[in-house]
C-alpha cells in the first residue's frame, strides 16, 4: 500500500496538507455526493488490500486484524444497528443461540476453531477457522418466532455478498427457553432475493444535488 498521506494528498488530492499546524482537510464538500463516493470507494480498497495481506505477512495478530475488519465495516455503512423483533427475554435468547451456534459448528467443523465475536460486531458474529487460511465468517440470527424470518442489516447485506464464498448465515428460531427446544437452519453464500423473500424494512434517504 502506497503512503497514506502521499495517496490522499499527491495522486488523488482528496486532502490538503497544512504542515505548519499539521492539519488535514477535505478538498471538496461533504454535499458534493460524486467526491465523497470516489473518496470512500478508494479508502475502503485500499484498506481492504492492506488488510488481506496481513495474514501471510504477520505483520498483525488474527485479533487486531479482526479488528480492523470491523472498523472497515463501520466505516462503510452510515450505522451498523438493525432493526429487530421484540422478543422477550432477548438477552437470554441470544446468548442460548450462541451456545447451540457453536455446539453446531464444532460438531460441522471438527478440528477448526470456533471464534465469538464481540456483540454488535458488523457482518459476522462467529469465525471458523484461521484468517492465515480459508476461513468461514458465521452471522447468527435467532427468534422465538416459528416463522424462520429475521430481521437484515445493510451493513449484514453487504458483508454476506463481500464474503459469500465464506459467509454462513444461521437461524435458530422457535426457541422455548423453558423447555430448551429450537428449530435450525443454515444458508452458505450470498444473501440473495432468489434464496429468500426480502422485503424493504427501512429507507435512508437524502437530497440529491441540486
Not at 138 to 143: F, P, R
Not at 188 to 207: A, D, T, Y
Request: aromatic content about 12%; some cysteine; proline content about 4%.
Amino acid at each position: 500500500m502506497d503512503s497514506p498521506k502521499r495517496a490522499l494528498v499527491g495522486r488523488h488530492k482528496i486532502l490538503t496538507y497544512e504542515a505548519e499546524i499539521a492539519r488535514f482537510s477535505l478538498n471538496f464538500s461533504l454535499t458534493e455526493f460524486n467526491q465523497v463516493d470516489y473518496a470512500q470507494k478508494f479508502c475502503e480498497t485500499s484498506i481492504l488490500g492492506w488488510i488481506s495481506k496481513a495474514p501471510t505477512d504477520g505483520r498483525l495478530e488474527e485479533s487486531e486484524i479482526l479488528r480492523h475488519y470491523r472498523i472497515l465495516e463501520l466505516a462503510k455503512n452510515d450505522s451498523s444497528k438493525e432493526s429487530t423483533e421484540s422478543d422477550e427475554n432477548s438477552f437470554e435468547i441470544d446468548q442460548y443461540a450462541m451456545e447451540i451456534a457453536t455446539k453446531y459448528l464444532n460438531q460441522q467443523y471438527p478440528g477448526q476453531k470456533i471464534i465469538q465475536q464481540p456483540y454488535g460486531t458488523p457482518g459476522f458474529d462467529i469465525v471458523i477457522g484461521n484468517l492465515s487460511e480459508s476461513c468461514f465468517y458465521a452471522k447468527l440470527k435467532s427468534t422465538q418466532s416459528l416463522i424462520p424470518k429475521f430481521y437484515l442489516s445493510e451493513v449484514d447485506r453487504r458483508f454476506s455478498i463481500d464474503k459469500q464464498n465464506q459467509y454462513l448465515l444461521i437461524l435458530i428460531y422457535g426457541i422455548n427457553l423453558f423447555n430448551k427446544t429450537y428449530h435450525l437452519k443454515t444458508h452458505q453464500g450470498e444473501i440473495q432475493p432468489s434464496k429468500f423473500l426480502m422485503l424493504p424494512h427501512q429507507w435512508s434517504v437524502r437530497f440529491l444535488e441540486s
